[in-house]
């Protein structure tokens, strides 16, 4: 079934450790994006890429990195984890910049 | 930035109609979408306007106005299964995809 995959599902983390949020779409979509989802703030994007090799800022990007090495795959690292950014976290993918977004299911992850 | 501003919640009866208002202001102006998103699951696509004027899709509709920043989710004949959040998003000139906190809309039997 053609879509986007994330994984893990669910995840608890301690403070300082690293995480890495991984994303594959298989629609051929040249566009991937990250947001963050929080009670009351709604999704706020974190980071993007327009297509493979290259990556953008969002509106929250700090204590988050992203790389693009190939089309299908954009996996979202926190370096250092803290409890703000205990959050849900989805990954989505448009075929170009104008089209819709497609979401993966979420990775919620929490940081004690 | 981007402004994008609904109702947090709304309440209604099986079989009637609701509204669900949006107002924006952003940098530039490539499109607004609406989401719906059911608890505990992924946003889903429900309507896209670019161009002033009413989108119609089944039980569902969306109307956009450019000059006063303003849209409108149209949910007629309810179901319970229309319990959900509603997401009003625009894309900016940046082509960034950005969303209002969601408005969540509970059907009574």
């Known amino acids: 079934i053609a879509g986007i995959t994330q994984a893990p599902t669910s995840q608890i983390l301690a403070a300082g450790r690293r995480m890495t949020l991984r994303c594959t779409q298989d629609m051929r979509h040249n566009a991937m994006y990250w947001y963050r989802q929080d009670l009351g703030l709604g999704l706020r994007l974190i980071h993007y890429s327009n297509t493979a090799g290259t990556t953008g800022k969002g509106e929250v990007p700090d204590g988050y990195s992203v790389s693009r090495a190939n089309t299908d795959d954009f996996p979202l690292t926190l370096a250092s984890a803290v409890p703000s950014q205990t959050s849900v976290y989805f990954c989505?993918?448009?075929?170009?910049?104008?089209?819709?977004?497609?979401f993966g299911e979420g990775s919620r992850l929490t940081v004690l | 930035g981007q402004n994008i501003d609904q109702p947090t919640e709304m309440t209604a009866t099986e079989g009637a109609i609701v509204q669900i208002n949006c107002t924006y202001q952003?940098?530039?102006?490539?499109?607004l979408f609406w989401y719906q998103q059911h608890a505990g699951e992924a946003p889903t696509f429900l309507s896209y306007n670019v161009l002033d004027g009413l989108e119609e899709k089944g039980r569902f509709s969306s109307f956009l106005s450019r000059s006063k920043g303003y849209s409108y989710l149209l949910l007629k004949e309810l179901q319970m299964k229309d319990s959900a959040s509603y997401l009003c998003?625009?894309?900016?000139?940046?082509?960034?995809?950005?969303f209002g906190a969601g408005t969540t809309v509970t059907v009574r039997a």
């Open positions: 998003a625009v894309k900016g000139g940046d082509y960034k995809l950005s």
């Open positions: 952003t940098s530039g102006f490539n499109g």
């Open positions: 989505a993918s448009s075929k170009g910049e104008s089209g819709e977004l497609f």
